[in-house]
């Protein structure tokens, strides 16, 4: 069976530090229909050498001055062929074998779009926690940001129905883009797999970044709850089922029934525990 063209976006600035894994991580998945799109803001710390470095597995590139996260992952997309399309940011991770798995969930033509479990990793790259999760709903979607973004596929028709990602928001396109796809009856499938993982690192920390993410969280879901209707301590929007099946997949990686795939680069041995705090609590 031929496999469907996947194009990846990672928008990238002066993150030399994790980028070159972050390449690895997409090239060395196997998977022989790829089309990987590297778009960088004209970094300073050694970035392009980085690039360079991988360019003659890459489809397209540049390392130029542009407006931003936002901006870049448009500007990758306008060169896309993909039939199934996704973003890394230049911190995280994809996991082993997950673009073979993205793909056949897709090839029931009715699944417009797919998500999958979150690792947790340190700037060291060594994991720190899992995210699992039940099938998200339309409402759990409308109340509560827990889709993990580098685990998150749409096919082609997807973007040509939703359009580009809002370079109005700096830290939540993506939500700003789940519930948008929402707009037009689009929840993702879920793949029970441990898709991505998600750095933390110091750079995330700053205080202003949390407020204006914060800011840009309430503004996205108040267009579909209303004025004054979203609270980060609000839960009462998330139905009792899924926040209790939460719990369960919670309980179930403490107890270590749920195990992660190795992550790569990662010293081998460390076991996370279950993460509640890379996704908004619900």
Known sequence: MTQPRITIVTPSFNQAEYLEQTLRSVLDQGYENLEYIVVDGGSTDGSRAIIEKYADRLSWWCSEKDGGQTHAINKGFDHATGDIMGYLNSDDLLMPGSLHRVARAMRRQRVQAVCGWRVLIDGA?????????PQPTAQVLVHRAVLPQETVFWRRAVWERVGRFDESFR????????LRMLEHGIVPRLIRRFIGAFRMHEAQKS???????????VRVFERYLGEGAYAESNRAGVPFLWRRKLHVYRKLIQKGWIKAPAVPGAVPGAVPGACDHAVSRV
Request: charged residues 20%; without cysteine; aromatic residues 18%.
């Open 207 to 217: 205080q202003a970044m949390q407020d204006v993410g914060h800011t840009e969280r």
């Open 125 to 133: 790259g060594q994991p720190a926690g899992l995210y699992a999760y």
């Open 171 to 178: 830290f939540t396109m993506d939500l700003d883009y789940w």
